[in-house]
């Protein structure tokens, strides 16, 4: 058990757009939902937290209305890159979480490339 | 807010050998310390996890050292295997809270 997917995989867009992605907890419920960003060989970055039915807390300084989080069923919760540039290229990572348990289970991660 | 710090950042390490991996971090109210191990363009996997009131765990050929004193925990790895080599993360929460990751260590395993 405890299987996060995300998708798509891997995306490519012209800048100026914006690239939804999503993360499912395929076998579990995730009342809690985090987003993270990783440059090449770097550590993974906290975005945010997202909790079921609430509004995202984001993490200092990343921009909530660049980086829309919605978490709208304890499966799903969905990161909306907006108005992309080159600069938000990276691999985006979700992770879920069980509800009073502590460990995370991570997604294989969305790897996003702004032309 | 919590800041992690893991060193060393590449280790390169004999098949067989042991390697060791440390990690500090700043808040002392953080009580749950995971680690992850990362293959090249894949996902973070959970290798071993502690708690506060725990100070040592092990998992076969793995285990994890905390010291909540001096806010330190380590990663022990024994009879390396090539297969070992990746990338590992050590994190730090407060009760699985956002979970504040070290800057990864690359381990090398050499045949």
């Known amino acids: 058990g405890a299987v996060v997917s995300q998708h798509p995989s891997w995306v490519i867009c012209k800048s100026g757009t914006s690239v939804k992605i999503e993360c499912r907890s395929l076998d579990f419920q995730a009342t809690t939902m985090f987003w993270y960003r990783q440059f090449p060989k770097q550590s993974l970055m906290l975005m945010a937290t997202?909790?079921?039915?609430?509004?995202?807390?984001?993490e200092q300084g990343v921009e909530k209305d660049k980086f829309l989080i919605n978490h709208a069923s304890l499966t799903l919760s969905t990161l909306t890159v907006t108005s992309a540039h080159p600069e938000d290229s990276s691999f985006y990572i979700c992770?879920?979480?069980?509800?009073?348990?502590?460990?995370?289970?991570f997604g294989p991660g969305t790897r996003l490339l702004v032309l | 807010g919590e800041n992690v710090e893991q060193h060393p950042s590449t280790l390169s390490v004999q098949e067989g050998d042991s390697a060791v991996i440390k990690c500090t971090y700043s808040d002392s109210a953080s009580n749950y310390f995971p680690w992850y191990k990362q293959e090249l363009g894949k996902r973070p996997q959970l290798i071993i996890d502690?708690?506060?009131?725990?100070g040592e765990k092990k998992d076969q050929r793995i285990a994890v050292t905390l010291n909540k004193t001096a806010k330190h925990f380590s990663l022990h790895i024994t009879e390396t295997q090539p297969e070992d080599s990746a990338v590992y993360f050590c994190a730090a929460s407060y009760t699985g809270n956002q979970f504040y990751f070290g800057t990864g260590t690359s381990l090398t395993v050499i045949p």
């Open positions: 502690i708690r506060s009131n725990v």
């Open positions: 997202s909790n079921e039915g609430s509004k995202a807390t984001y």
């Open positions: 992770s879920a979480r069980r509800e009073g348990a502590e460990t995370q289970y």
